[in-house]
């Protein structure tokens, strides 16, 4: 018997249902590439992911500093609300980082949301929702993590895999393309990036057995401009890394779940793929399984890999890649900086991938070992089927995808650390396009962990160590302030002397962190924003703040006029 699909028509536009049709100045229609190249020199914009391409998270905005901090307080505060598809602790989180234009800021939520809003004030400017599909698969919660600007567009990723351009004015829909095929398992959750005239994302999925990919699109039409996949077919460089019989390779997974960073010089793109399929199970698929767990440079106009650096090759621990590559300077080479999951910091030189050393950023590290010059050895992995085995550091990580980021004041990175085991059982299963293909049965160490914000050299030296009992989970933030900016999961948001890591002040959210926080400037005043709504996958990185506080607000800090 043949199912045809079902035109179910249009969703009804909820933003015509909440009184906020207003529109926003027209301050994205200025968003060049050219002004995308020098965010540098707009320290009062956000104007991408990471605030600039090199991934830094770094601001030189210093009106808030050392001295004054311990001053601010909530400057306003916008309220997301919970509507959507919540049905628990685990359904949804709040992991966006907000853009910000010329006093507009632009903030994606689960779901399907998206806000403009005045970056001085907190008002609403115009709303969108779009309509998500409740049957879609999702690995790790029902996440967005951003959104990206250019020619009077925002773009943003859904969780049923499209690619929307809306009109940044009146948040109304310009184009909108299908990139991922969610009846495969495939979803999306990456911030966009634009480089050039291309908005490039990556796909989500990994756990369900599909194969990884990043993707370009015309910024003026939406139409594709090429697609990069990240594990090779039959003959491909790389191919011989999968098992030559079978299709373990077309559900290989190396999916490119969070947002690439960029040189304009090499015109590379830096991108962080994930984990295998299955996850656990590596007798399903004998090799170092390319380009998985790796760091890949692909070329930006091609969209050709030109090289690659694996950092956990044959994973059997699920330790995804997919965190930031920071690009930074140092002794006259152009490096890149990753902390990977599997509990190492790697250095690399992003000309041609060739590494420069490798550090453990973690205290307890056992499922295997990575020398200086990158030799792995495995050691406790989840080898015989019902076989229950205990490792370090779980599944989800020294650090999760939450960012690290780079002074060049300091010349210091700064780490959230998750210092928490896990114990996989293997467990066979066939696979089921759509259905999960872990390869194990995992349980996250409720107990016994231990986090902290750690700074390290580009050498891998840990200068100081801000300690935490429960494992850090969100991003951070660097200011030419000297200011580490970090939330805690039991709701705390912190400044620390970027020097010294002493704590400066505190505020209590009501709600963990699992976001990004940015700082922006409006009329010469400086702000600090932090989305607040703890939630996702927490059964995978601390199980035993499932019941924790479970908000969805944007708190937006400022010193007192």
Not at 133 to 143: A, E, F, H, K, T
Not at 319 to 330: A, P
Not at 351 to 361: A, D, K, M, R, V
Not at 404 to 420: H, K
Request: hydrophobic content about 35%.
């Amino acid at each position: 018997m043949t199912v045809e699909y079902v035109d179910a028509g249009e969703a009804i536009d909820q933003g015509t249902l909440s009184g906020k049709t207003g529109t926003a100045p027209d301050v994205v229609s200025g968003v060049t590439y050219e002004r995308l190249l020098n965010a540098k020199s707009e320290s009062h914009n956000w104007l991408t992911y990471y605030g600039t391409y090199d991934g830094q998270r770094y601001s030189t905005l210093d009106q808030i500093n050392t001295e004054n901090v311990k001053r601010i307080g909530p400057a306003w505060m916008f309220q997301a609300g919970t509507s959507g598809m919540i049905a628990g602790a685990s359904t949804y989180a709040f992991e966006a980082a907000p853009i910000v234009v010329d006093g507009v800021m632009f903030l994606s939520g689960w779901d399907g949301w998206l806000w403009a809003l005045d970056a001085k004030t907190g008002q609403e400017l115009w709303r969108y929702k779009h309509a998500v599909p409740y049957d879609v698969s999702l690995c790790c919660g029902n996440v967005n993590r951003g959104v990206a600007v250019a020619k009077g567009k925002v773009f943003m990723v859904t969780g049923n895999a499209h690619l929307l351009a809306l009109d940044a004015t009146n948040g109304k829909r310009v184009w909108d393309k299908t990139y991922g095929d969610v009846r495969a398992g495939e979803s999306g959750t990456v911030a966009p990036l634009v480089v050039k005239n291309m908005v490039i994302v990556g796909s989500s999925g990994g756990e369900f057995g599909v194969r990884g990919h990043l993707d370009a699109f015309d910024v003026d039409s939406g139409e594709p401009v090429w697609r990069c996949y990240m594990v090779p077919k039959p003959g491909e460089p790389g191919s011989e890394t999968w098992p030559a019989d079978g299709e373990a390779w077309a559900r290989g997974g190396a999916n490119c779940w969070v947002t690439s960073t960029f040189d304009p010089e090499t015109n590379l793109l830096y991108v962080g793929t994930g984990n295998p399929a299955p996850d656990f199970d590596g007798a399903v698929r004998e090799g170092d399984n390319l380009y998985t767990d790796s760091i890949v440079a692909v070329d930006a106009d091609a969209g050709q890999i030109r090289w690659h650096y694996q950092c956990t090759p044959h994973d059997v621990w699920d330790y995804d890649s997919t965190m930031e590559n920071i690009l930074f300077e140092h002794d006259g080479k152009k490096l890149l900086g990753h902390f990977d999951k599997n509990g190492y910091f790697f250095v690399l030189d992003r000309t041609n991938g060739e590494l420069q050393h490798i550090t453990p950023f973690v205290d307890r590290i056992d499922w295997g070992a990575i020398t200086r010059d990158g030799k792995v050895t495995p050691r406790r992995y989840p080898d015989k089927e019902g076989d229950p085995v205990h490792f370090y550091p779980g599944p989800a990580g020294a650090k999760e995808w939450t960012h690290a980021a780079y002074s060049p004041r300091t010349e210091l990175f700064y780490v959230p650390v998750q210092d928490v085991g896990a114990t996989a059982t293997r467990r066979r299963r066939d696979f089921k396009e759509s259905i999960p293909y872990w390869g194990a049965g995992v349980q996250v160490d409720a107990d016994d962990m231990a986090g902290s914000i750690s700074a390290f050299d580009a050498n891998g030296e840990e200068k100081w160590r801000w300690r935490n009992e429960v494992p850090m989970c969100a991003s951070v933030l660097a200011t030419a302030g000297d200011l580490v900016f970090a939330g805690e999961p039991s709701g705390e948001f912190n400044a620390l002397d970027a020097r010294t890591g002493e704590l400066l002040w505190q505020f209590q959210c009501g709600s963990g962190h699992h976001s990004s926080p940015i700082t922006y400037s409006v009329d010469g005043k400086q702000y600090v924003a932090v989305p607040v709504g703890w939630g996702g996958w927490i059964e995978g990185f601390l199980p035993g703040m499932l019941g924790a506080g479970h908000g969805s607000a944007l708190i937006v800090f400022a010193l007192p006029d």
